[in-house]
T-cell receptor, first 118, second 115 residues
Framework: GAGVSQSPRYKVAKRGQDVALRCDPI?????LFWYQQALGQGPEFLTY????????KSGLPSDRFFAERPEGSVSTLKIQRTQQEDSAVYLC????????????????FGAGTRLSVL | AQKITQTQPGMFVQEKEAVTLDCTYD???????LFWYKQPSSGEMIFLIY??????QNATEGRYSLNFQKARKSANLVISASQLGDSAMYFC????????????FGKGTTLSVSS
């Protein structure tokens, strides 16, 4: 497709389960971002990839969160031993150029994965 | 301190009217970018408009314009001739060049357009 695709759209997990969220960015986009959006809040940055390299993971809230983009295209955000506070919408975004090229780095978002941890 | 402040939790407007959504920001970086996104109930964040700190003119994109007042550190979004489909959450966001970070978002404003 032409846009950023995320799957699944909805995920219900029992506390303690591991989950994997997938992001398929726009073809050819170098940069890929993950954000976490709590209910009624703006998105908050989690991590950034330039091609397959994870250049910034400063926003990951704990070592239970892990992201990868092994071939510089599709990315997976994995959350181990999920907790109730992990319930949120996880948004993926991609942009054409590396983050450092220009401050005008337009990010295009997917529709997100809504994670509910029971 | 909040980097991006959106003080209007909700705004109501009638079709065909213009509406202004407020955004103030805080940065000491001379080079930065300001972005507005729309998030309908479907969840996808849709890019609307961009303003660079060095841009001399206010940005415009169709019915969207950005009222950029650099000295006041405000970047208000103006939507002209509102349509029912404009009902959504609107987020102001910033990127600071030196910090090299991704986007920093405000808490958003819910816009409701009625007929």
């Amino acid at each position: 497709g032409a846009g950023v695709s995320q799957s699944p759209r909805y995920k219900v997990a029992k506390r303690g389960q591991d989950v994997a969220l997938r992001c398929d960015p726009i073809s050819g986009h170098v940069s890929l971002f993950w954000y976490q959006q709590a209910l009624g809040q703006g998105p908050e940055f989690l991590t950034y990839f330039q091609n397959e390299a994870q250049l910034d993971k400063s926003g990951l809230p704990s070592d239970r969160f892990f992201a990868e983009r092994p071939e510089g295209s599709v990315s997976t955000l994995k959350i181990q031993r999920t907790q109730q506070e992990d319930s949120a919408v996880y948004l993926c975004a991609s942009s054409l150029k590396p983050l450092g090229d220009t401050v005008k780095n337009i990010q295009y978002f997917g529709a997100g994965t809504r994670l509910s941890v029971l | 301190a909040q980097k991006i402040t959106q003080t209007q939790p909700g705004m109501f407007v009638q079709e065909k009217e213009a509406v202004t959504l407020d955004c103030t920001y805080d940065t000491s970086d001379p080079s930065y970018g300001l972005f507005w996104y729309k998030q309908p109930s479907s969840g996808e964040m849709i890019f609307l408009i961009y303003q660079g700190s060095y841009d001399q003119q206010n940005a415009t994109e169709g019915r969207y314009s950005l009222n950029f007042q650099k000295a006041r550190k405000s970047a208000n979004l103006v939507i002209s001739a509102s349509q029912l489909g404009d009902s959504a959450m609107y987020f102001c966001a910033m990127r600071e060049n030196q910090a090299g970070t991704a986007l920093i978002f405000g808490k958003g404003t819910t816009l409701s357009v009625s007929s």
